[in-house]
């Protein structure tokens, strides 16, 4: 019995990811205090779920996600996964950013196999798992392209297999289509889905496209900015099953209106 | 004349319309468009009509200087003395003493340079600690420390090596520590949630992303080691290409002293070529 496993309720599972009270507070300078970017968030995603935060720029929401990373540190509060503290980046938690990292002197393939190889993976069992996540991603034909020759898009879906390489039971993605034209961004939402759905891994996902978060997940944090609070949390209704319909769903269409009123009273 | 203009725009031109219609824009030439392209072609004629220039103002000067006593030898005579150089063997012997000492001293400026500057540019401590050391002795100018060197180290090959180091490792440093600082975040912090440690990192994602860019600093610091080359060999030195040309001055052999800086010239292109070539060779993704 782990402590993670005691601290969940009789018949309710402990969520994966369970964030209290996190504050992020920056140095200040000169004796000023410093800005606070995050106060007092209280956040949780269960096992297998999608689960997205909003907020406009400058409401922390990546320095959220950075510090569930284990990439910066808290100021105050606890980030636990399964029950255990986060203090440090690790294969348990990948990570996917807007943008500017794949290694551009490696090929796709290296690009996937550097994954492999940080996380341990035995050489013999690499080239396989190459392959199959070049499949998962699309991408067997341009295994040996630098990324540079790559469109945007597939440059995402090379640091997506990247961070699924060591099989994470965590995806942190950091606004990962924001730099994306308005079709190819559609295509990757939906690639997005077939791939949690294909791994069962636990998704947190930040962006600032609201059509976004409702498509993808089923609850929605909206961030209010300076400093970065949880105004609000909002169900989303749809199933698993995600499709264009969705987007045109009566309900689709309230609940994206609510989220962009909340964000709209939230914005200074 | 707003009038004109609005029935002119309103009346359809067709195929037979009389008049000639005016071009909309200014034409640029592609000589002179700035951030413009140019073709190969283009490129080669303007770089050989810039050295052209050179040879033909060079040629033309000494023609018209000339007089009992040569102060400025023709392209000819430059020629005729470096072949006289080479024949007597003394060139050979110079050229590989200068290139011995550059290649030693510079070498170990560019190892420091590459060790320090990379651990400035990737850990904070690093270079909050060297910053200001740094940013201040490099403003010392490394000839103002020949006079001590020669003091410390005696006349023979070490303080020649040593004002080479000194003259071009802060650059180096300073230089590199710019390059490693470039490393986008997010290939650092993608390597960190893969798995990565900071060794690995800095060895396998910092050092391979700042290589051609350290390529380019020590390209461009060579010519600081041949400065310092030449300021020690002036001073004290019993061969070296410095040290031929002073010589050749105190026999007024002004077609060997042109004969010698030509041959740092001809130096200066090799290597810069040479350096060029293993940039685009070992980081051809770099490649513009």
């Known amino acids: 019995m782990g402590p993670g496993m005691s601290a969940g309720a009789a018949g309710v599972p402990a969520p994966k990811l369970r964030c209290v009270g996190v504050t992020k507070q920056f140095p200040g300078r000169r004796r000023q205090p410093g800005t606070v970017a995050l106060d007092g968030i209280d956040l949780e995603v269960a096992e297998n779920e999608l689960v997205c935060i909003v907020g406009a720029s400058g409401c922390g929401k990546s320095t959220l996600l950075n510090i569930v990373g284990g990439l910066e540190e808290a100021t105050a509060g606890t980030v636990e996964v399964d029950g255990a503290p986060v203090v440090g980046p690790g294969p348990d938690r990948g990570m996917v950013f807007q ?74 993605l950091d606004e990962p289509f924001g730099a994306l034209d308005a079709q190819t961004k559609q295509v990757l939402q939906d690639f997005l889905l077939t791939v949690w759905q294909r791994t069962g891994a636990t998704i947190l996902m930040v962006t600032h496209d609201v059509d976004e978060a409702v498509y993808l997940s089923s609850r929605v944090y909206v961030f209010s900015s300076r400093p970065g609070r949880v105004a609000e949390e909002i169900e989303v209704p749809f199933g698993a099953q995600r499709g264009p319909l969705v987007r045109r769903d009566p309900r689709f269409l309230d609940l994206r209106d609510e989220i962009q009123d909340h964000l709209r009273t939230n914005v200074r | 004349m707003t009038e004109t203009a609005l029935t002119s725009e309103a009346t359809p031109s067709g195929p037979g319309t009389p008049g000639p219609v005016a071009a909309r824009g200014r034409r640029q030439s592609p000589l002179l468009r700035l951030r413009g392209d140019l073709d190969g072609r283009t490129r080669l004629i303007l770089g050989a009509a810039g050295v052209a220039t050179l040879l033909v103002g060079w040629e ?119 390059v490693a600082r470039a490393v986008p975040t997010p290939l650092i912090n993608a390597s960190y949630t893969l798995g990565a ?50 010589r050749a001055q105190r026999f007024r052999q002004v077609d060997r002293m042109f004969a010698l800086l030509l041959v740092f010239g001809l130096i200066g292109v090799a290597s810069d070529l040479a350096l060029r070539a293993l940039k685009s060779w070992t980081s051809p993704w770099a490649r513009a």
Not at chain 2, 92 to 112: F, K, M, N, P, T
Not at chain 2, 212 to 230: E, S, Y
């Open chain 1, 99 to 172: 943008a500017y990292s794949l290694y551009p002197w490696k090929t796709v393939a290296e690009n996937i196999r550097f994954g492999l190889e940080c996380a341990g993976i035995p050489r013999g069992l690499r080239a396989e798992r190459v392959q199959e996540l070049l499949g998962i991603v699309g991408l067997t034909e341009f295994a040996d392209t630098l990324p540079r020759d790559l469109s945007g898009g597939m440059r995402q879906r090379v640091a997506i297999a990247r961070a699924l390489a060591p099989e994470p039971d965590m995806l942190l």
């Open chain 2, 60 to 178: 033309v000067a000494a023609r018209a200087l000339a007089g009992d006593s040569i102060l400025l030898p023709t392209i000819g005579q430059t020629l005729t003395a470096l072949r006289e150089l080479a024949r007597s063997g003394e060139l050979w012997g110079d050229l590989g003493a200068s290139l011995r000492r550059v290649g030693i001293g510079y070498a170990v400026s560019l190892g420091l340079g590459i060790v320090i500057g990379v651990a400035m540019g990737s850990l904070a401590s690093a270079e909050a600690w060297l910053e200001p050391v740094f940013g201040m002795v490099r403003y010392i100018p490394a000839s103002a420390l020949t006079p001590l060197f020669l003091l410390w180290l005696g006349i023979d090959e070490s303080p020649k090596l040593a004002l080479i180091v000194v003259g071009t490792v802060f650059y180096n440093i300073l230089m590199v520590a710019d």
């Open chain 2, 197 to 246: 440690g900071r060794f690995t990192v800095l060895r396998r994602v910092i050092l391979p992303h700042s290589w051609p860019g350290i390529i380019d600093v020590a390209r461009i610091n060579l010519a600081a080691a041949w400065l310092m080359l030449v300021v020690a060999e002036l001073l004290a030195a019993d061969q070296g290409l410095a040290f031929r040309i002073v």
